[in-house]
């Protein structure tokens, strides 16, 4: 089991997504951050690699899916750290294009 650090950028997003017209977002969010806690590497979640950019201490990024087969699915951006057995969560928002 994974401890779940969010910055404060993943904070927002994750307090923003609590109003009523984003509920169903929030269910799926929830439940992709559920999965990362269990197993960063769960089947379900596509989590990969994020080539275009490194965490601000040069560590890898990886990205899992909120959403899969929808214009602007949305994916959680997360790196491994500061402790062993800890996922930082840096955002949560639409796969850039």
């Known amino acids: 089991m994974m401890v779940l650090r969010f910055t404060k950028e993943a904070a927002r997003v994750l307090n923003e997504l609590t109003s009523p017209q984003y509920a169903v977002k929030l269910r799926k969010v929830r439940r992709t951050l559920a999965l990362i806690e269990q ?3 769960h ?3 596509n989590s990969h690699k994020y080539k275009s950019i ?3 201490d040069g560590s890898d ?3 899992s899916y909120v959403e899969n087969h929808t214009s602007g699915a949305w994916r ?3 790196q491994y750290g500061p402790g ?3 996922v930082t ?3 949560i928002g639409p796969h850039p294009d």
């Open 39 to 41: 197993n960063p590497r």
């Open 43 to 45: 089947p379900g979640l």
């Open 54 to 56: 490194r965490g601000v």
């Open 61 to 63: 990024v990886w990205e």
């Open 76 to 78: 959680i951006f997360w």
């Open 84 to 86: 062993e057995d800890t």
């Open 89 to 91: 969560i840096l955002t």
